[in-house]
């Protein structure tokens, strides 16, 4: 560090002779005064000769390029709003700074909009006497696991890891001071007095600010966004504590209180609306505590982010929050979380024109978010434009910068294509991939099924053979492509038994386990394997489970059962797609058509009162929905068959449905193993059932099997 000495009016000094740097600072200016040298002196042996002498600080000036700062930054907050390689920007302005972390999602197989996860925040300084206080304040983003506000603290708890906090405010203690304690005394100069030396002056020019101190100067008065902020964070102070902590009941309990004190306050509210949407099911009061104090927000202030936009999801309300993304995104100052709204707004949109509009401003403001392309590339090819997909690819390849990147990415291209229906352009795109990797079994299994597509099924299943060949020998998984090989020799060669051979392969519990078992059963039956085409059916009916990819083999599978005669196996195969889709008018039409019996309610008390049914199933609930119902609670009974609620409501429904040996199944099989406060209450509607089910009998003039029920209710009262 290069110092010289300083003569002027005031007598001798000691200022920089060069900037010096400090970490991610620029000093550019430090006066230190020698007060008790007095003239005449001599400055022979320069600095060297007044290096034990004690001055006082008058002057210093910092510079803070957001680059670098940017950059410093960047490592220190590695993993704060995701595992993978995260990119920090900074805007500076005069007084404050707007903050933007982003980074691809962890959830990779989420939609596009949610790939980019994003936290932006608003920093501003304020002179205190001879201190700064940074505010953190307008904390918002897009797809992240906690609320931005404790996001936002945490990276500033980090960045400041020297300073004193208090909630969303920041104390650097006498920051000019701290700098000339550091220089000085490493180039040999006594450390000086530091008291009185305040900020006197800031300024912003292209990304570069300027802070300036002098001693027994005045501060510059704080801007309005720093006064508010700083309010903000004194009513705040005892939720972000518990923001901190983890935790947000109380932290949110702690900002309803501030709110009451400060009513409509547009920061107060959005903290309590980010506490609402992470824990889930407060749509409509988060709403509601937003727009209560939208009025109250000064023009440029109190961002939300994705915040609103998902609320309104949440709430139904589509066309609203399609509105309310591309309004926050056009004044955002995060380009990043811009995109991520205009993003989000396209993933939205049901019109493909307006979703390519907005995902081209999307990239425009954050060109280097290679996954914004990706959707851009594949609503091109949706809607017909190849040249302007095929463009999208090229700039991805132009983006990458090793030849096993540029590998990733044509073979994505090539799914995308191959997906599309484009078997060609697809079969180009794997070969350019294989050039760099011509051993990858997924671009040998790519080229193999685009290559079917196009007419040349013999090379294609060959190709697809040698990949899950290769694939196995590298312990990879093959699901898929089994599967795009049973298509290839089951759809293109006629060979079914080969295909169902292949699809056999696919175990359950893989992702292509529902299109594998549909498609089993559909070549069995083709082969006049009823029984085999049955039970592939049933085990893509206990595999349906909540994927709403299974509706339509489950269609499927209900008419193979009807054309058959098996119109109980039709039934429950048309009540689970109705329980992934209960709104359906054509599934609950076919599910009343199949149901083999009309519904006989029997007035019967139950241990739970109906009003405990779920809200969506009131009393006169169509006799369809209820048997959808069923199938679902039987499904979750199935992976916990002690969970107690759901036998009362499967009780309850059975009951009303009059399907008296179910629910004697149901009850017969929960007392065997439960505990005896359990059984005590489950005894008496087990009795309740075998003496309707005698009665029926009876009825019916079926002796033998009434005399059964008999002994049976006589057995289970004894037993009690």
Known sequence: MGLRLAIGKDGLGIELARTVQVECLDVVELVVRLPRVRFPFDVT????????????????????DERRLAAWAEPRLRGLVATTAQRVTVRLRAGGATVSVSARSDASSAPASARLAVLAFDVAVV?????????????????????????????????????????????????????????????????????????????????????TFDKDSLSPAPSDE???????????????EARLRGDLARARQHDLDALERAPRHPELARRIAEVDR???????????????????????????????????????????????????????????????????????????????????????????????????????LAAGRLDGARADVQELEALAGSARERHDILRRAADLHRLAGLGAEAARLYERALLYRPDDPDALAGLGAALAEEGRASRGSALLAHAIEAATAKHLPTAWMELALARVLGDKLADLPAAVARLRAIPDDAGEAIAARGLEGRYRAALGDASGASLAFARLRERASEDPAAIPWLREAARFET?????????????????LAPTDPDLLSLTRTLAPHPPVPVPVPVPVPEAALSPSLPPDADPSVLEARVESLTRTLQGDPTNDPVV??????????????????????RLEDAPADRRAALLPRHREVLATLENDARQDGREVEADLFKMAREMAHDAS
């Open 278 to 380: 992470q824990v889930g099911g407060r749509a409509e009061a988060a709403i509601a505590t937003l727009r209560s104090a939208a009025g109250q927000s000064h023009p440029g202030h109190a961002r939300v982010g994705l915040l609103l936009g998902d609320l309104l999801v949440e709430q139904g309300d589509v066309t609203s929050a399609v509105a309310a993304l591309l309004a926050e995104a056009e004044r955002e100052e995060s380009d990043a979380l811009a995109a991520a709204l205009l993003a989000r707004a396209a993933e939205l949109a049901s019109d493909d024109y307006d979703a390519l509009g907005w995902l081209d401003r999307a990239i425009a403001r954050a060109p280097r978010v290679p996954e914004l392309r990706w959707e851009r590339a594949r609503r091109r």
């Open 563 to 579: 054309d058959r005669g098996d119109r109980l196996a039709a039934h429950r195969h048309a009540l689970a797609a109705l329980a």
């Open 648 to 669: 009362d409501e499967l009780v309850v429904l059975l009951t009303r449905l009059g399907r008296s040996m179910d629910l004697l199944a149901l009850l017969s099989a």
């Open 226 to 240: 720093a006064a508010r902020a700083l309010e903000a964070a004194h009513l705040a102070l005892e939720g972000d």
């Open 127 to 211: 002179p205190v006497q001879d201190d700064l206080v940074v505010v953190v304040h307008g904390a918002r983003g897009a797809n992240l696991g906690e609320p931005p506000t404790t996001l936002a603290l945490r990276a500033m708890s980090t960045l400041l890891g020297f300073s004193r906090r208090a909630g969303s405010s920041f104390t650097v203690s006498h920051p000019a001071g701290v700098l000339a304690r550091r220089l000085l005394p490493d180039a040999g100069v006594r450390a000086p007095e530091t008291g009185g030396v305040v900020l006197s002056a800031t300024g912003a020019s292209a990304g570069v600010l300027l802070l």
């Open 45 to 64: 042996g320069g600095v060297a000769r007044f290096r034990h002498k004690r001055g006082e600080l008058v002057r210093a000036a910092i510079e803070v």
